[in-house]
């Protein structure tokens, strides 16, 4: 799925998620791709978020992973201390085994993050330790350190936080490439967005005030309509109390231009009746499909079976299109950096700026999840490796996990590993 839940530009299925080396190595790895003898004979440990299996909050865990060595950087790859992560519908999807992108569990979550770097392999020319970046993979990002190409890196704006810095990726990425690349918005159309307050909401609603003139029609609970308003929605409806196709064509009677829908099922076909002629409808999710904790199969058959069905000659007839958009199976490289660069163009020019909704720390990632389940929050949700100051405290009370080998494919098979595991809060 996508927009909310939008995945990262993905590499081949079989590749695996990186492991970082760890972050005792990274000082002293510096600018070189290895690191002393001496550096290597030491454990090394850091903290991750994973999905352990499939199901409900208690398939999160957060662990400590201990390695008897660092593995060395490949050439083109940098090291991140992470400041900030994203977190995205596609991890709830994940969780409950709807998104197909992610690797089987045991498994990294996380698509989307910042930080400082700390060390650069060979032949990273464009990179230096101390680069503040943004970054984007399929997953792994929710940990303390994460190695990623650098090519997948982009220097941050000097006045922004890491907090924006990992709001931006996903949630701008698929507003901005929806909008300009496949709807062609132009000054004086309309635009329907559902979840306008979620991060892709606000990313669409920031991005069509770049333009003159262009009226966005935005869902979202009532609680939620006076601060998207603000935020430029121009007319906020209550999708739970009100039936949202009738309060647009009180107002617009011919209906709107653009359609960007992340729920599926009967909307999308309510989304294309409101088509005006000429009108485009991009389907970038299944929120539909997604209801209590675990995996529904009622909630999954309905949406399908209520999944707009059209032939070409319909289409024809009605001088309409309709289009699907999903970041993960986007692998023109070159399109996304040029995308992501533009972004943090109008970041700088103050067109755009993510709102965050609430920050949680790595022990708090159920709470974080939850309130995104639930709806609750206006704008992005992000997660802090850093530890709660109140609760840093030692892992010896830690459960050791077996196997932790597996919980990251991206390790070296051959080399000893041992992760204990730390209960997330709920």
């Known amino acids: 799925m996508s927009g909310e839940e939008a995945p990262t530009p993905q590499p081949e299925q079989e590749q695996k998620p990186h492991e970082p080396p760890p972050p005792a190595a990274a000082a002293a790895a510096e600018e070189s791709a290895s690191l002393p003898p001496a550096a290597e004979e030491k454990p090394v440990s850091w903290r991750a978020v994973v999905l352990t299996g499939h199901g409900g909050y208690d398939k ?81 990002m929710w940990q303390e350190v994460v190695v990623v190409p650098a090519d997948r890196t982009f220097l941050m704006p000097e006045q922004m936080s890491f907090e924006e810095g990992a709001a931006i990726p996903i949630n701008y990425l698929t507003a901005y490439m929806m909008l300009f690349e496949m709807a062609n918005v132009r000054p004086g159309k309309s635009v329907l967005i559902h979840m306008a307050a979620g991060g892709v909401g606000i990313a669409v609603t920031q991005l069509c005030q770049t333009l003159p003139d262009v009226t966005v029609f935005g869902t979202a609970s009532a609680s939620k309509h006076e601060i998207i308003a603000q935020g430029g929605v121009t007319h906020p409806i209550d999708y739970r109390t009100k039936d949202y196709v009738e309060e647009i064509r009180k107002i617009s009677p011919k209906g709107v231009d653009i359609v960007l829908d992340p729920l599926g099922g009967s909307d999308t076909q309510k989304g294309f009746n409101l088509l005006k002629p000429l ?98 929050n206006i704008g992005k949700v992000i997660l802090l490796p850093e530890r709660k100051q109140e609760e840093a405290k030692s892992n010896s009370n830690a459960e050791p996990v077996e196997n932790a080998e597996k919980t990251e494919a991206a390790i070296d098979e051959k080399e000893a590993e041992v992760t204990e595991e730390v209960k997330a809060e709920v």
């Not at 865990?61 to 060395?72: C, D, F, G, I, N």
């Not at 009622?298 to 289009?323: D, E, F, H, P, R």
Request: hydrophobic fraction near 40%; glycine fraction near 10%; charge should be positive.
């Open 60 to 140: 999160i865990k957060l662990q400590v992973k201990t390695h008897a060595r660092p593995p060395p950087l490949r050439e083109g790859e940098v090291l991140v201390r992470v400041k900030a992560c994203g977190l995205n519908f596609a991890e709830l999807l994940g969780k409950q085994g709807l998104y197909e992108l992610l690797p089987a569990p045991p498994v990294t979550l996380g698509m989307e993050g910042s930080g400082v770097v700390e060390a650069v392999g060979e032949g990273v020319l464009d990179r230096k330790v101390g680069d503040r970046v943004i970054m984007l993979d399929r997953s792994g």
């Open 279 to 376: 009108g485009t409808l991009i389907v970038f999710g299944a929120a539909n499909c997604v209801t209590g904790q675990k995996k529904n199969l009622l909630a999954m058959a309905k949406t399908w079976y209520n999944q707009l069905s059209l032939n070409t000659l319909k289409l024809m007839q009605v001088n309409k299109s309709v289009g699907g958009f999903h970041l993960g199976y986007l692998t023109d490289e070159e399109l996304i950096s040029r995308t992501m660069i533009k972004l943090l163009e109008l970041y700088g020019q103050g067109k755009i700026k993510p709102r965050i909704d609430s920050c949680y720390h790595f022990e708090e990632v159920t709470d974080a999840m939850r309130r995104m389940h639930e709806r609750q």
